[in-house]
């Protein structure tokens, strides 16, 4: 059975926006422009804004679509998923999806060809992603390594495949029901993550007794409704520690009464305390933003040595990656290269 995930209103018709968004300033995603994987195994990494979109579309290979950082929103095949990082989520070949992205998120995306996918569920889902294929994702990324060319990449490729063929799969980490009254308990929720209200205040609401409804949040959305708000505060609290706002602020807003209890409810989901999480955000943003003036000063170095002289020991890709492998001194008298 596929459960339904999260809120419809976070997904949209290209062509009529969401209330929500800032229709102004949604921006579409480039998509990939090639009709083939150049490869069996194709990275993808992007820094997206709050407000990017891609509409709906579909190719024919197969994506594993991952945030190193914030909330991934995704709607696949009618069904919506939302994924913090220690998740990322499966589209199979020729599924139609579309993307959404609420607040700045660290895009991955690792794309394979058709017959890399035989062994990786037929449907989309969600996967746990174990640390193995964090450090790797983070590794390639880091180097920026879009097709793995050098033999030891190729093996930690199939490493990540391999990864991914074992990784523990849910539905979804968020699901969403479709009967009225839970849909509209459900709703509320989402629309105040901090609403401390016991279960027995919302059967009431509905008419049905406290026993009535837990049974009800186990059939229909595989966990407690303790368990199930839970899960939306840490990723409400996610969102928010991309503001200025202070842990303890945070922690009132997602219905805490003492920051102690809010850290130990994100530590229980992240592994990291949300100072930590937002500490390794910054870091990632200085790392991209290093990753950026690299390449600029790669392809400077690049066109400098194609103007000046060929050297035998440089070539395009570590010109990039590498620019401290060779570098161009200039001197009163001439320029030469150091090698």
């Known amino acids: 059975m596929i ?55 579909r190719h024919p290979w197969g994506t594993l679509e991952y ?7 995704m709607e696949i095949g009618g069904s919506r998923f939302m994924s913090p990082p220690q998740y990322a989520v499966w589209v199979p070949p020729q599924t139609e ?41 983070k590794d390639f990324a880091s180097r920026d390594v879009k097709i793995p060319e ?35 308990i459900l709703e ?7 609403d401390n209200r016991p279960l027995a205040e919302w059967a009431a609401q509905i008419h049905v007794s406290e026993r009535t409804l837990a049974r009800r949040f186990v059939r229909e959305l595989g966990m407690s409704f303790g368990e199930w708000r839970q899960r939306l505060r840490f990723l409400a609290a996610i969102e ?31 592994q990291c305390t949300p100072e930590q999480y937002r500490r390794s955000h910054l870091e990632a943003q200085v790392l991209s933003t290093l990753l950026s003036e690299a390449v600029l000063v790669g392809a400077a170095t690049r066109r400098k040595l194609h103007e000046d002289v060929a050297c035998p020991f440089v070539d395009d890709r570590s010109a990039v990656l590498r620019p401290g492998l060779c570098r161009h001194r200039a001197t009163e008298q001439d320029d030469h290269l150091q090698c």
Do not use: W
């Open 3 to 57: 459960i339904t995930c999260l809120d419809t209103s976070l997904y949209f018709d290209p062509d009529n926006l969401p209330l929500m968004t800032d229709s102004m300033n949604s921006k579409h995603i480039d998509l990939l422009d090639f009709s083939e994987l150049p490869a069996p195994v194709y990275f993808r990494y992007a820094d997206f804004d709050a407000h990017r979109y891609a509409s709906a579309h």
């Open 240 to 270: 928010a520690l991309d503001s200025h706002r202070s842990i303890q602020e945070i922690a009132f807003d997602m219905g805490y009464s003492t920051g102690s209890a809010f850290i130990a409810m994100f530590q229980r989901q992240a």
């Open 97 to 137: 999806h579309s993307f959404y992205s609420h607040q700045p998120i660290n895009y991955r995306a690792v794309c394979l060809a058709p017959p890399m996918c035989q062994d990786l569920p037929q449907q989309a889902c969600t996967l746990a992603i174990s640390d193995i294929l964090k450090a790797i994702l």
């Open 150 to 184: 050098r033999e030891a990449d190729q093996r930690l490729a199939q490493v990540l495949v391999d990864q991914l063929q074992q990784a523990p799969l849910q539905e979804c980490y968020l699901p969403y029901a479709s009967s009225p009254g839970l849909f509209g």
């Open 67 to 73: 945030s190193a950082h914030g909330v991934l929103h």
């Open 188 to 194: 509320a929720l989402q629309a105040e993550p901090g």
